[in-house]
Structures are given as C-alpha cells and as structure tokens.
C-alpha cells in the first residue's frame, strides 16, 4: 500500500496529535484500532483499503465523505443483492449498513448484533417470549430458512415450506412417504399445524389438540361435543393425540395402534364417567376367558362402540336396552341385530334358527320377545365369559350376584339360576315343561 492509502481521520475519540501525511495505515494502536480486532473484518479493511469507501475532502482537517451514495457504496463491489422477485423492505428504503457493519462485527456476515436472531429482532418481534421456539430459532438461525436480501419465494423463504422441513426433518419425511395411511394435509405446507418459529404450545403447535383438530373437522368436534355421551379420551387437551398420529401410521385412518391395544391403554382398569359413575376395567372382563365375543376376538371395538362420542349409553353406535328387562320391540336391539338377524328374536317356533331352542320352541323368543322380555344382557356377557356362547356367569340382582349355572350339552342346555326352578332344553328330544308361564319371573 503506498502513500495515497494512508487515510486518516479526525473520528478518533482520543487525544493524540493530528497524523501525518507520512503514515502508512490508518489502523493502528492509537488510531481506528478496533476496526482490525473483531473476530470478523470486512474484506477492504482487513487490506487497509479505506480509500474504496472513504474519499479524502480536507487532509488538513482530516476530513472524508463516503466514496459512493447509498447501496452504490457497497454494490460497487458486491454487484446486485436484489436479484430475486420479493426485496426485503430495508434493502429497498435502506442502506446496506442498517444491517451490517462496514467495518467489523463481532458476528458472522458482518451483520449489527450478536447473532443474526439479535439483529432481526431489531426490527421483528417474531419470536419475542415465546415458551416452545424452534430449535433453529432458538440458536438465532433465521437465515436458514429466509434470505436476507431478496428470494422469488413468498416471507423471503429459501425454498417451499414444506421442503424446507424436510430438509432437517427427515424422520418425518420417511414415514410420510413410507407408511401406508397418510393425513391427506400434511403434503399441504406443515405450517398450517405448526408455526416455524414456535408457540405457546408444544412442538410448536399452532393450537393444542382437539382443538387444532376441530379446525378442520367439523364433523367429529360436533359428534364429541354435543353427544349426550361424551369421550374424556376425545374431548380433553390433547384428546385426538391418545389415538391417532398427525401426520402418517402405519394402522388405517393414522391410528396409533391397532384400536383394542389403544382402548386398553386406559381401560385396562376402571375408570369413571363425567359424573362420578364407575366404568369397570374393559381388560378385566377378557382376560383369560374361555369365550370372547366374536368381533371382540376380532378385537374390533368400533362394530358397537362410536369413540369419538354417542347419544346411546357406553358409547354404543346404536340402541341397546341397558337394563335388564325391555318391553320389546326390534329397534331396541338395534345394536345386535345390525350383525344378528331379527329372526332370532320374531320366529315363535324354528328348527335352525338357534340352538336356544327346546325342539322347535324358539326359547330366545320366549324370553326376549314380550312386554317384560329379558334382555340379552340378563343371559349373555357382552364382551367374553368363561361359558360357552358367552353366556354370563352371574346376573347382579339388588347386591346379590344371581348365579346362572349354565350347562350345555350336546343337544341342548340347562341352567339352574337363582330366579326360577333348574330348566333344561333339548333340541332333539324336548324337555316337557310343566307351565311355561314360569319362565315369567
Ligand atoms: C466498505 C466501505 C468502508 C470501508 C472499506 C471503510 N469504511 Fe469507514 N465507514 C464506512 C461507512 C459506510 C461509514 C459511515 C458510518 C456507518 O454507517 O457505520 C464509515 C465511517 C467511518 C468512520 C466514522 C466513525 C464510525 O465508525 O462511524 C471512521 C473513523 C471510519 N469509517 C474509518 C475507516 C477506516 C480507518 C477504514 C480503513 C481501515 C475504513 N473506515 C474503511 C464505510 C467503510
Ligand atoms: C472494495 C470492494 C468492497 C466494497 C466497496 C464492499 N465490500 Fe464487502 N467485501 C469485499 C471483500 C473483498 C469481501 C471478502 C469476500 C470474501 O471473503 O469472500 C467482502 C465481504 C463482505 C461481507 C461478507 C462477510 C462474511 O463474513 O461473509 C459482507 C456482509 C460485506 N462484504 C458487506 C459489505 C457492505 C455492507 C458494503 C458497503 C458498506 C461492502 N461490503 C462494500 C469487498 C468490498
Ligand atoms: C435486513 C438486513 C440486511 C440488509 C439491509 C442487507 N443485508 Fe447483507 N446480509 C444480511 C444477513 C443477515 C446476511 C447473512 C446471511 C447468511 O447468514 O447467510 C447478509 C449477508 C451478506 C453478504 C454475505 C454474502 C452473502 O450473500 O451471503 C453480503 C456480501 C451482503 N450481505 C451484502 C449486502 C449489501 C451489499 C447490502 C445492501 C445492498 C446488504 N447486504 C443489505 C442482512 C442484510
Ligand atoms: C432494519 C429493519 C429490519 C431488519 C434488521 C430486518 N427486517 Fe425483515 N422486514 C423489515 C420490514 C420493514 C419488512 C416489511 C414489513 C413487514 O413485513 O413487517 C420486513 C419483512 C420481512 C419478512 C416478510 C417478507 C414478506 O414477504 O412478507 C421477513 C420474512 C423478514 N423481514 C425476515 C427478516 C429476517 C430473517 C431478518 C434478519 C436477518 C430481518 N428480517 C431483519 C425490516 C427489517
Ligand atoms: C425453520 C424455518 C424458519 C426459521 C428458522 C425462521 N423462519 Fe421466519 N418464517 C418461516 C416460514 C415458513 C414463514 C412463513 C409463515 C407463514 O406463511 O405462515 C416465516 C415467516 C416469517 C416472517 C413473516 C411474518 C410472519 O411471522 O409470518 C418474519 C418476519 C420471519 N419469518 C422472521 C424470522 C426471524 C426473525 C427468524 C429468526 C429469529 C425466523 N423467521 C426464523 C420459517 C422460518
Ligand atoms: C435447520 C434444520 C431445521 C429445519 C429447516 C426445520 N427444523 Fe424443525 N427442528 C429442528 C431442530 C434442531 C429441532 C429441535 C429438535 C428437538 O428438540 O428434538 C426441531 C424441532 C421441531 C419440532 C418440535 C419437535 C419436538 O419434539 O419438540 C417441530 C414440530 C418442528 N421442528 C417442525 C418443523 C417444521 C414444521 C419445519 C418447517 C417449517 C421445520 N421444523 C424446519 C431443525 C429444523
Ligand atoms: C394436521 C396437523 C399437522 C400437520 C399438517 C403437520 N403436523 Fe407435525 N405434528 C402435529 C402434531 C399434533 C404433533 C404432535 C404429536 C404428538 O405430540 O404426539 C406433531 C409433531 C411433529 C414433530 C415432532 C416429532 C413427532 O413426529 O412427533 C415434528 C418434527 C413434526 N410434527 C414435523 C412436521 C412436518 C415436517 C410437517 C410437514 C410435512 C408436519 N409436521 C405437518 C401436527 C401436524
Ligand atoms: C388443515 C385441515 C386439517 C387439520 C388441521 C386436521 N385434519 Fe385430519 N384430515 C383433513 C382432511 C382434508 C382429511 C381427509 C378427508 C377426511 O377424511 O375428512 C383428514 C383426515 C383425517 C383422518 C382420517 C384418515 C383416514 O385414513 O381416513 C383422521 C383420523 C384425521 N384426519 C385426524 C386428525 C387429527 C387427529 C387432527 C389434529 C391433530 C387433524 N386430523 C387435523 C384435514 C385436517
Ligand atoms: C379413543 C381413541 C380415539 C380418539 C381419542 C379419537 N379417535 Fe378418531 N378414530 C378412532 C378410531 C378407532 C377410528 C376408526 C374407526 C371408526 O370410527 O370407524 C377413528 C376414526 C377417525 C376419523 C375417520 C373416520 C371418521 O369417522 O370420519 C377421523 C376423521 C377421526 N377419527 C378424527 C378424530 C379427531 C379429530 C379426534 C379428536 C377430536 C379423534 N379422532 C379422537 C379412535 C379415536
Ligand atoms: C386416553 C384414555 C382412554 C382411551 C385411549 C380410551 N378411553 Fe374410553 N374412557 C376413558 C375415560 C377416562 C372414560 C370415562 C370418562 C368418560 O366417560 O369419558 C372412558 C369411558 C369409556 C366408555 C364409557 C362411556 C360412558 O359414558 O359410559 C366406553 C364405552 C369407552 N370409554 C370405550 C372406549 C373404547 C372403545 C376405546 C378405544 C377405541 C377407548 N374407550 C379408549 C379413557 C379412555
Ligand atoms: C358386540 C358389541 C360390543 C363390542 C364388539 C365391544 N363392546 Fe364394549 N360394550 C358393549 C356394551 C353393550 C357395553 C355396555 C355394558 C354391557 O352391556 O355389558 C360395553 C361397555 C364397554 C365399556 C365400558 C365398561 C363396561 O363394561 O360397561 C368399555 C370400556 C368397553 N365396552 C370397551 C370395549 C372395547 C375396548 C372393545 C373392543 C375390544 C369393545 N368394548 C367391544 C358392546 C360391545
Ligand atoms: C359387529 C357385529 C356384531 C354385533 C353388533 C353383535 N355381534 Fe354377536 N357375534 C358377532 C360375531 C362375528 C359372532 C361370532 C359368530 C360365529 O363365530 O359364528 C357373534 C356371536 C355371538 C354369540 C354367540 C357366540 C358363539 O360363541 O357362537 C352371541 C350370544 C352373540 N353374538 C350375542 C350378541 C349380542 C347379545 C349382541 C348385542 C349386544 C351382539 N351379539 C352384537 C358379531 C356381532
Ligand atoms: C334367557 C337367556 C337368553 C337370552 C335372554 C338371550 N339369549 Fe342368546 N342364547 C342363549 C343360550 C342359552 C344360547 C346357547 C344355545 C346353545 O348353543 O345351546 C344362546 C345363543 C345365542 C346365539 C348363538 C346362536 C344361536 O342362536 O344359537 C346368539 C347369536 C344369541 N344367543 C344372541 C342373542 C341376542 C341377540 C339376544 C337378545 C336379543 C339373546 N341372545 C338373548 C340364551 C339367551
């Protein structure tokens, strides 16, 4: 560097005597000496090249004017940063030096502040006290996701949002392209669930579930909120979650497991209704019984139970007589019916229709099909028992537990309940029965 790069300045804060003409640089250990010890110094400065940006006006004064006006100072070497479609706003109202140091900085990119977050945050409020920040966010890298200076993406993004979290989220991205059952919104942007900068609420989610949920399903919000038998699992924060995934599953309609091994994480004990009524263990009831229900050993729940919410008792997709006696009518037992047919219970006298029969005597439409019929419950356990057809071992009546006694034979059957004489029936050879008017308790 020869003479004509010695500048000097009259900026220098402490007292020492005006610099002569025949100085070198203007860095050194009295004058403009923090300028060179930053951890990052602008190109020309590290060079001692202070005349590309400073002209000399009066050597005597030591004066100087900038070499060039506005982002022609800068642009002179840095060509066009504007070359994109979207220019942030500063770099078309402002100067280059609203965000960087001209000289040195103590960050990377020349930029004002600590970090690039701190130098954002001069002017956005984006992510001001948020309690769950994205991780990116929380080390101050806004840059990797939006360009500083101009990008042909809306929000100054570097690419699509949805690629953009892929770039990093790559579990995510697997399971979405691997797994069978897709959420159909997750290949629209991630950020119609998730802020990118982060949010009040965990995983930066833009609301918690069942609420986030409710935004698009209309639907379900109105069966699990205006039912007359509500879901905790359904209806508390966080509700959807206990059940399906958000985003992909390997299990139909992106459950999170198979439906029974869901249901038993919380009904593997008892729980209790909003009102205080017990809801004995569903797990209790089956294990190590001898005969499961039939869609129960298919472990599919969803043929009677409506999870996300139902008018009928328990859940139950449709009618059902919860005590133990019903006038009857088919509606009643809508519930059975819609895998069993009615003529179960209409046919008076039948020879295949059911083996719950004495000869040709229908007993199902003996006990069942009048005004104080028994309802199915009063023989049959709805879920399992150790009898075969999974006929219920005991009838509760007041605080006593009535035992039923049934025994099957080949042809036929018996029981010795407690709330009539010991019966018998035999599909071959019909038992006479005395009155069967006694069958009416
Ligand atoms: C890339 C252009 C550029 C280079 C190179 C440059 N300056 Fe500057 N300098 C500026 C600008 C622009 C300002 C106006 C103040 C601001 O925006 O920070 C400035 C201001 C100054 C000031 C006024 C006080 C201050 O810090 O604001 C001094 C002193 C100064 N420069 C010294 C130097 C010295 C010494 C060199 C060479 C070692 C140098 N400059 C190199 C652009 C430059
Ligand atoms: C005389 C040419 C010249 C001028 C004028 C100039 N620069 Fe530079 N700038 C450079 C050089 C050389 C580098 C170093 C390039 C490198 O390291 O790749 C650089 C690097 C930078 C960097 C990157 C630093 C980093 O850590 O990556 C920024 C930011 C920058 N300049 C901003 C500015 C701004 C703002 C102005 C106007 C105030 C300006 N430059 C004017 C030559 C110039
Ligand atoms: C709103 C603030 C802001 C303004 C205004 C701004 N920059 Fe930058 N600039 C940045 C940030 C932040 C980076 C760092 C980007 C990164 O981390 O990759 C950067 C990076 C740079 C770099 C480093 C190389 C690169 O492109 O990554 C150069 C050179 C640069 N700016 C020059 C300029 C010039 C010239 C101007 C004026 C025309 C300008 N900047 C205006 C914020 C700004
Ligand atoms: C000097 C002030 C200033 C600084 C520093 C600044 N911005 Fe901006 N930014 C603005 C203004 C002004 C707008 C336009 C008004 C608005 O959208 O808020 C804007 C807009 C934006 C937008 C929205 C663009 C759009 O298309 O809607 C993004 C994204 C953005 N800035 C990101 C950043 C990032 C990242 C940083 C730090 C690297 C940063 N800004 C630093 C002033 C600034
Ligand atoms: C993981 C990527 C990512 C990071 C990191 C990131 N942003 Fe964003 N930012 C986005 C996306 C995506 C949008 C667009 C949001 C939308 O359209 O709803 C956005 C939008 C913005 C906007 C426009 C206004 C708004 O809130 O929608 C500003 C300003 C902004 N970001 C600033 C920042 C600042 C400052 C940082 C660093 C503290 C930052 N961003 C870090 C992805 C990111
Ligand atoms: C630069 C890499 C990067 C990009 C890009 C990125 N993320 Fe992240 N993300 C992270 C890191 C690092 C964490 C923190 C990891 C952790 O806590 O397990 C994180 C955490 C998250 C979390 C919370 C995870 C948890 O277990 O709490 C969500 C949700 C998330 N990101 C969504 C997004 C979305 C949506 C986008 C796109 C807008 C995105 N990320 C883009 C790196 C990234
Ligand atoms: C329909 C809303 C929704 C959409 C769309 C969505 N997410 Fe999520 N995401 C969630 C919810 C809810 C959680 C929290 C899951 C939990 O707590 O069990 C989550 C959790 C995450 C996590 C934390 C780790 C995990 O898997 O639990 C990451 C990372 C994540 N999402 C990334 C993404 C990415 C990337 C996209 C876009 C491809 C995306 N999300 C789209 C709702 C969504
Ligand atoms: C941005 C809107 C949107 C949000 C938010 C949303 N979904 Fe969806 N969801 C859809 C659309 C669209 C479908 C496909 C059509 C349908 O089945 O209703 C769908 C389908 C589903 C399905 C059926 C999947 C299948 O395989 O049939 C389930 C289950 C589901 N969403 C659960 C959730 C849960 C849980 C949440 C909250 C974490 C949620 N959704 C949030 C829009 C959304
Ligand atoms: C206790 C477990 C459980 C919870 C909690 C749960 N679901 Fe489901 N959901 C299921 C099961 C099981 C199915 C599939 C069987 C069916 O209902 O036909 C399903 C099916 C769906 C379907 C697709 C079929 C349909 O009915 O449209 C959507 C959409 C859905 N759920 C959304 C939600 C939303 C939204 C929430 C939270 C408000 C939620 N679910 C809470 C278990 C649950
Ligand atoms: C996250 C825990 C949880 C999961 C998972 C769950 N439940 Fe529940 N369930 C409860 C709680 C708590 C109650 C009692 C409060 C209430 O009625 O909502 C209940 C009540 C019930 C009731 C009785 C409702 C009434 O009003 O009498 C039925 C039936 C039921 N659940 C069936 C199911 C089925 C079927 C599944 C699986 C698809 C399932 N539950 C999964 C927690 C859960
Ligand atoms: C054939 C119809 C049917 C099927 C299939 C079924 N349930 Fe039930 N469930 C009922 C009926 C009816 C009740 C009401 C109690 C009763 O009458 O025994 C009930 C009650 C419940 C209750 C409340 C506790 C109780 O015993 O009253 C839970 C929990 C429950 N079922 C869970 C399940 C689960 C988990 C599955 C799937 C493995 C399932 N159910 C399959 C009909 C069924
Ligand atoms: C979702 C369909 C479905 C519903 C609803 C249903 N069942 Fe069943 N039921 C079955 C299937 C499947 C079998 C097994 C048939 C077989 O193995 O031949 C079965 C078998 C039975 C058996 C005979 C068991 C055996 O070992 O042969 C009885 C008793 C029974 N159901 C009673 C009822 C009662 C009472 C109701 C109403 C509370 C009911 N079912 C509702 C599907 C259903
Ligand atoms: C009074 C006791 C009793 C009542 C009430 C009762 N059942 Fe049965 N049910 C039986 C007996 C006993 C068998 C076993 C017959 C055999 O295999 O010998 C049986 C068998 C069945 C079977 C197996 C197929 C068959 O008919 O042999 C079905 C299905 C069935 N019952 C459904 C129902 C339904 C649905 C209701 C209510 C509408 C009901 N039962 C009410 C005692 C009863």
């Avoid at 006593?400 to 035999?426: A, S």
Wanted: proline share 7%.
């Amino acid at each position: 560097m020869g003479a004509t790069l010695a500048l000097i300045f009259t900026g220098a804060a402490r007292a020492v005597d005006k610099p002569t003409t025949t100085q070198k640089t203007c860095v050194t250990a009295e004058c403009h000496a923090t300028y060179a010890k930053k951890p990052f110094v602008h190109g020309p400065v590290s060079l001692g090249d202070c005349k590309s940006c400073h002209e000399e006006v009066d050597a005597k004064a030591h004066t100087y004017k900038l070499s060039r006006e506005g982002r022609d100072l800068c642009e002179y070497c840095h060509l066009d940063q504007t070359t994109k479609k979207n220019i942030h706003e500063p770099l078309k109202t402002g100067k280059c030096t609203d965000c960087h140091d001209p000289h040195s900085s103590d960050s990377k990119a020349l930029v004002r502040g600590k970090t690039i977050a701190d130098l954002c945050a001069k002017c956005h409020e984006t992510v001001k006290d948020v309690q769950f920040p994205h991780g990116p966010v929380a080390v101050g890298e806004c840059t990797i996701c939006h360009a500083s200076h101009s990008s042909d993406r809306p929000k100054l993004l570097v690419d699509e949002p949805t690629n953009l979290c892929f770039s990093c989220h790559t579990v995510t991205k697997s399971e979405l392209s691997q797994f069978e059952f897709v959420h159909e919104p997750v290949p629209l942007p991630c950020i119609g669930c998730h802020n990118p900068h982060g949010a009040a609420n965990p995983k930066m989610l833009k609301a918690d579930a069942p609420d986030l949920c409710y935004a698009c399903h209309k639907d379900i919000q109105k069966v699990a909120t205006t039912s007359k038998h509500k879901h905790d699992a359904v209806t508390e924060k966080g509700g959807c979650l206990h059940c399906h995934t958000p985003h992909a599953s390997t299990v139909q309609f992106i459950l999170k497991d198979a439906p029974m091994t869901l249901c038993e994480t919380c009904h593997n004990e008892p729980v209790k209704t909003e009102d205080g009524q017990p809801v004995p263990s569903f797990t209790a009831q089956i294990k190590d019984k001898k005969s499961l229900h039939g869609p129960v050993a298919q472990k599919n729940c969803t043929g009677c139970h409506a999870t996300h919410g139902s008018d009928h008792f328990r859940l139950l997709v449709k009618e059902y007589p919860q005590a133990f006696y019903a006038p009857f009518s088919t509606d009643k037992y809508a519930l059975c019916f819609s895998c069993h047919p009615e003529s179960l219970v209409l046919t008076a006298r039948t020879s295949e229709l059911t083996d719950f029969r004495n000869g040709d005597m229908n007993l199902h439409y003996v006990h069942v099909n009048k005004q104080r019929g028994r309802t199915c419950r009063s023989c049959h356990a709805t879920h399992a028992s150790d009898l075969p057809k999974h006929i219920r071992e005991s009838v509760p009546y007041g605080v006593w537990n009535l035992p039923i006694q049934f025994q099957k034979t080949d042809t036929g059957g018996g029981c010795r309940p407690g709330c009539h004489q010991p019966f018998t029936y035999d599909r071959k050879t019909p038992v006479t029965y005395p009155d069967v008017a006694v069958v009416r308790r």
